[in-house]
């Protein structure tokens, strides 16, 4: 099941896009760029382009999946930013949960807001 062509990973999830400048790497981030280009798409979901927004539609994807996978949370942005309500953060951490079979990658540049949410699953 490689369903992106990231080398590390088998699949996305984006129950959150969008993010903004935390650190000087800002200038190399693919996903900006792949946001606005799926913007003038016509994309739905990046109708705002970048702009942080929680996509409801998409916390349940994973449990469809039945092959186990390695799986990249919130290519597209942050999960941790800080316009991302606690309450959906603890249910992206519930479906993970409820998912054991996979591995859930999570990546942030908000890392002091990730130690506010401390029971995470061992497959995340």
């Known amino acids: 099941m490689a369903n992106t062509k ?5 699949e996305t999830w984006n129950p959150v896009t969008g993010c903004e400048e935390v650190s000087g790497s800002w200038v190399h981030c693919y996903a900006e760029v792949m946001a606005r280009r799926l913007q003038a798409m016509g994309q739905d979901k990046y109708e705002d382009g970048f702009e942080v ?3 409801e539609s998409e916390l349940n994807r994973p449990n469809h999946w039945r092959v186990p996978c390695k799986v990249f949370v919130s290519s597209m942005g942050d999960t941790f930013h800080e316009q991302v309500p606690d309450e959906f953060i ?12 996979h591995i859930f990658q999570l990546l942030t540049k908000r890392a002091e807001r990730l130690r506010d949410f401390p029971e995470w699953p061992d497959n995340a």
Not at 90 to 101: F, K, L, P, S, T
């Open 90 to 101: 603890e249910r992206i951490q519930q479906v993970i949960a409820d998912n054991e079979v």
């Open 6 to 10: 990231i080398e590390w990973t088998e």
């Open 53 to 55: 927004r929680v996509h």
